[in-house]
């Protein structure tokens, strides 16, 4: 059974910086797509940044040039880096996974950005 394990929330100032992570574990014969979404309270979940296994990144237009996306394929592990962050990034922060050909999400980590 394969698992998504998300890491790293907590409180920040604005300004600060944090890095999630998100560890995949279980019978994993391919990790095609790694993604980090993120809600906030009343808000549609978004696409925050994208990352396939060839190493290609994309990013949603509010977080470009503050946010970097990288994964570690001997960990089946993606990370976050999260800097100059804002009171608008508040949000639960999602792991979603194209694993198998099929799509795993964690439980979520909770950021929050004081101003």
């Known amino acids: 059974q394969v698992q998504v394990v998300e890491s790293g929330g907590g409180l920040v100032q604005a300004g600060g910086s944090l890095r999630l992570s998100c560890v995949a574990s279980g019978s994993i014969f391919s990790i095609l797509v790694m993604n980090w979404y993120r809600q906030a309270p009343g808000k549609p979940r978004e696409l925050v940044a994208t990352?396939?296994?060839?190493?290609?990144?994309n990013y949603a237009d509010s977080v470009k040039g503050r946010f970097t996306i990288s994964r570690d394929n001997a960990k089946n592990t993606v990370y976050l880096q999260m800097n100059s962050l804002k009171p608008a990034d508040t949000a639960v922060y999602y792991c979603?996974?194209?694993?198998?050909?099929?799509?795993?999400w964690g439980q979520g980590t909770q950021v929050t950005v004081s101003s």
């Open positions: 979603n996974a194209l694993i198998n050909w099929a799509a795993y």
């Open positions: 990352i396939t296994s060839e190493d290609s990144t």
